[in-house]
Structure formats: structure tokens, C-alpha cells
């Protein structure tokens, strides 16, 4: 072997010795932070680095979830989701009251990291995710459920039950916050709004505040 080509694999092996150890040593220091660690040793090593790092900040299964995004009703308990579909630590429910509930199906006990491999859980991010990206509905979200794969029905908080039926989450959802501009500006709070139906919103009309009941 030529002497420049032996220098040459001695310095890369020393580079990737450097690259991994200062990969476990920011892991360490990250602990469970999401993004993965950036190799600054060696970056013509390519990915090399960059999945060492990776593994070491995420865990085993690779996952480290994040907050949790989602709750599903688990048994006497709950198992939270991260907006990913990944189990979230879940302590107790205590300062989650604003975290949207999926319901209508069940999953069984996860560590967390685990991804939860549940058509309804990722229908029901989808949903959530949907609702948390249209002006004027972020925050309006209590309950997703997911009996009905074909016909997600939410309800939203104050009680409204909102039929999304399948696909154009998008659409719908803009078609909802007219509806309900719509109605607040007459003082009725809707029952039910079923938008399965293309291009228009079918409203029951619950109750209806009289003037003086308004907020100004």
C-alpha cells in the first residue's frame, strides 16, 4: 500500500473516532431534545456521523417524541401522541386540557417512542393538525372521533359536533370557519354541521343568544 493512501485511511479513521465521539458527547448533552445532533468533525464523511448521533439522541427505536399533540383514552388511563404518531410520555392529564381527545378506538399499552401503527391515530393527527393550521379554528379543537374511518366527526369546544366525511380536511375546514362566522354574527350556536356534502355546509341550528346575551 502506498504511503499516501495509508496516511490518507489513518486520518479518516481518526476523523470518524473524533466525529463519533463528539457526536456521543453533544447526545449526552441534548439528552431527549428532538433535532439531531450535527456532526461538526469530518462533514466529507457524510452521513456517517449524522446516523451515529442520531441514534444516540433518539434512543433505541430511533424516536425521541415530542410533546404530546393527541390524547387517546387508554383503559382507566390515557396514552398520548406526539404530532408525529409516536407514544409521548403522559403522566397524568393535569395542564392537557387543551390537548385535543381522539376517541372511538383503543391502543394498547406503549412505551413511549413507540409508534402507534393505527389508522385512526394517524386520521385523527391528520385532523388535528388541519384544524391547528387554519386561521380563526386553532385552539377550537375538543374531540376527534374516529369511529367511522370514512366520516371523522369532531366536536368542537362549546359542543358544536362538526361531520368532516372524507378527505379536503382544507376546504371543509374553510367552509367551517365561514359557517361559524356566519352564525355568531346572528347569535346562533350550531348544533351540528355536516359538510360531507360538496361545496356547501348543512347546519342544525342550536341555540340562539337575543341581543342582550351578545359579547361586545
Known amino acids: 500500500m502506498r504511503p499516501r493512501a495509508t496516511t490518507f485511511i489513518l486520518v479518516a479513521l481518526v476523523a470518524l473516532g473524533l466525529c463519533v465521539a463528539e457526536c456521543d458527547f453533544l447526545s449526552a448533552e441534548l439528552g431527549r431534545r428532538l433535532e439531531p445532533v450535527r456532526c461538526r468533525i469530518a462533514p466529507a464523511l457524510g452521513g456517517l456521523c449524522y446516523a451515529a448521533s442520531l441514534g444516540l439522541a433518539r ?25 408525529d404518531g409516536y407514544v409521548a410520555s403522559l403522566d397524568s392529564l393535569e395542564g392537557l386540557e387543551d390537548v385535543p381527545l381522539l376517541t372511538g378506538f383503543t391502543l394498547g399499552p406503549r ?12 386520521l385523527g393527527i391528520t385532523v388535528i393538525k ?3 393550521t387554519t386561521p380563526g379554528l386553532t385552539g377550537m379543537l375538543e374531540s376527534v372521533g374516529l369511529n367511522d374511518l370514512e366520516n371523522p366527526e369532531v ?45 356547501q355546509a348543512v347546519v342544525r341550528p342550536g341555540t340562539i343568544e337575543s341581543a342582550n346575551d351578545r359579547e361586545v
Open 59 to 83: 434512543g433505541g427505536n430511533g424516536h425521541v417524541p415530542g410533546g404530546v399533540f393527541a390524547v387517546v383514552p387508554s383503559g382507566p388511563g390515557a396514552i398520548g401522541l406526539d404530532r
Open 111 to 122: 412505551e413511549p417512542g413507540a409508534f402507534a401503527s393505527s389508522p385512526e391515530a394517524f
Open 130 to 132: 388541519a384544524f391547528e
Open 155 to 199: 366536536v368542537l369546544k362549546g359542543g358544536t359536533v362538526v361531520r368532516l366525511g372524507t378527505g379536503n380536511y382544507v376546504l371543509k375546514l374553510e367552509r367551517l370557519r365561514e359557517v361559524l362566522t356566519q352564525t355568531a354574527y346572528i347569535g346562533m350556536k350550531p348544533e351540528l354541521i355536516d359538510l360531507r356534502f360538496r361545496d
